[in-house]
């Protein structure tokens, strides 16, 4: 069968959902189909721009295709007959970010009118739409809150767990991917500051914008960290990222009300390292259970502080609790061959 994979394009980003999709493709063609990747340009800045390319994605006609996959908000408005979506996230902005003031819509009527454009094309193409998955448990549910549609819940396999194969700790925690705001690497830095003196704590990924990466670096020089800190804000080699988990004591994923279990978090879980996240991270809480395979604590400086000088206080259990954190992920059976046959069903 042909079948067109569809997502995003911001160029020069690249994040979990651009990797799903690659290796969605190659395990697409594994099972014996031809595959293609489409990726259709968004730009979310200015927000007055999207409802064009909400029209742009729509508009456009695919043929000698014999089954589409999509996966984000533009992206999945494109028209097909037969069409799957495996829903990464909608456009968070129009729901639940815009309830929690979070919003990058304009003020006003305007903004009032953008959101509204969108619940509705959303709500057309989720109609037409031969099936959909979501990723999460937090991506159904938001899905059937605001849309109304049941999901049935897909998650997304790790792209290549033979690398991540754990190790001997080298004495540091790894806070791994992209670098932003929503991510909160920030309070892991502003952590460090009050936690043990042998804490140690590496963050490797690119920022998102310089801002982003200023953040970090201005944080780490007022708070007098340099010995402690090492920022390695790049684009990072899959071996070299997977070196940073491996070589890790325990990892850090604590984003905003995260969709999925993170692939972060995946990966850490995979390598047997012990996880640390916080109570509004979402889907990574899936994994990350309080004393159980780590620390799930507020998202304060203060509490993360107590965790990561928790994971120094007692080697023993922090290995445990990586232990149990592979045991846990293991129990999902996520696979990308039976990943694919559900897809293509």
Same mark, same amino acid.
């Given at each position: ?75 999945? %408005?494109?028209?097909?007959? +037969?069409?799957? #979506?495996? @829903?990464?996230?909608?456009? !968070? &902005?129009? /729901?639940?970010? *815009? ?123 007022? %708070?007098?960290?340099?010995? +402690?800190?090492? #920022?390695? @804000?790049?684009?990072?080699? !899959? &071996?070299? /990222?997977?070196? *940073? ?101």
């Amino acid at each position: 069968m042909k079948v067109l994979v569809v997502n995003n394009m911001a160029p020069f980003v690249r994040g979990g959902a651009e990797s799903l999709a690659e290796h969605l493709l190659k395990n697409l063609e594994i099972a014996g189909h031809q595959a293609e990747l489409l990726r259709v340009p968004f730009q979310w800045e200015p927000a007055t721009r999207i409802p064009s390319q909400m029209l742009m994605a729509r508009s456009l006609e695919l043929q000698n295709v014999d089954h589409v996959i999509a996966l984000k908000f533009p992206a999945y %408005l494109i028209q097909h007959p +037969r069409k799957t #979506l495996w @829903l990464v996230h909608q456009y !968070r &902005q129009a /729901y639940d970010l *815009y309830d929690a003031g979070q919003t990058n819509l304009p003020d006003g009527q305007i903004g009032v009118d953008i959101r509204k454009l969108i619940k509705n094309a959303d709500d057309e193409c989720f109609k037409g739409a031969r099936r959909i998955f979501a990723i999460s448990d937090v991506t159904q549910q938001r899905l059937r809150r605001y849309n109304g549609p049941h999901a049935e819940i897909l998650r997304a396999p790790i792209n290549d767990p033979e690398r991540f194969t754990g190790g001997p700790s080298e004495g540091y925690i790894f806070a791994g991917g992209r670098v932003n705001g929503a991510k909160r690497q920030h309070l892991l830095v502003e952590a460090v500051a009050h936690a043990s003196k042998q804490v140690r704590l590496i963050v490797g990924g690119p920022p998102d914008t310089p801002g982003d990466a200023r953040v970090l670096h201005e944080t780490v020089e007022r %708070l007098g960290l340099q010995d +402690r800190v090492r #920022l390695d @804000l790049r684009y990072l080699g !899959r &071996q070299e /990222y997977a070196d *940073y988990i491996n070589g890790a004591l325990a990892v850090a994923s604590l984003p905003f009300d995260e969709e999925s279990f993170s692939y972060v978090a995946m990966e850490a879980a995979t390598a047997e390292k012990a996880l640390l996240s916080t109570t509004d991270s979402g889907g990574v809480l899936g994994l990350a259970r309080h004393r159980e395979t780590g620390w799930v604590v507020e998202p304060t400086a203060q509490a993360l502080a107590s965790a990561i000088s928790a994971v120094y206080a007692d080697v023993t259990r922090t290995r445990k609790f990586g232990v149990a954190a592979k045991s846990l992920w293991e129990s999902h059976g996520i696979t990308w061959p039976a990943t694919v046959a559900a897809l293509m069903s």
